[in-house]
């Protein structure tokens, strides 16, 4: 189950509940995906923030599996990381 809560900006962000271990575990993988590449490419994570343009913290909760990217963060994403969205989501098993 999925929730929003205001960014206080007129931005709403889904916080993540009920999540089943699968789903905890894809995020977790996802977000490792993420953390990989990011350091791939010599980047902080401050440094994809501010390259992808979202929102401050958005990057080290996707890395810590805390949050689930939407489709257009995951454009962004990928597009700051130089690469395409389907690399993107290539989990290594």
């Keep these: 189950m999925v929730f929003l809560f205001d960014l206080g900006n007129g931005q709403f962000a889904p916080m993540l509940k009920d999540l089943t271990k699968e789903e905890e575990q894809f995020l977790k993988k996802f977000g490792e995906q993420i953390r990989r590449l990011r350091k791939e490419k010599g980047m902080t994570q401050a440094d994809l923030v501010f390259e992808a343009k979202v929102h401050g913290n958005m990057i080290g909760r ?19 990381l130089e690469i395409s969205v389907e690399k993107l989501l290539e989990l290594k098993s």
């Design 62 to 80: 996707i890395e810590r599996g805390e949050r689930a990217a939407n489709l257009l963060q995951l454009h962004k994403i990928a597009k700051a």
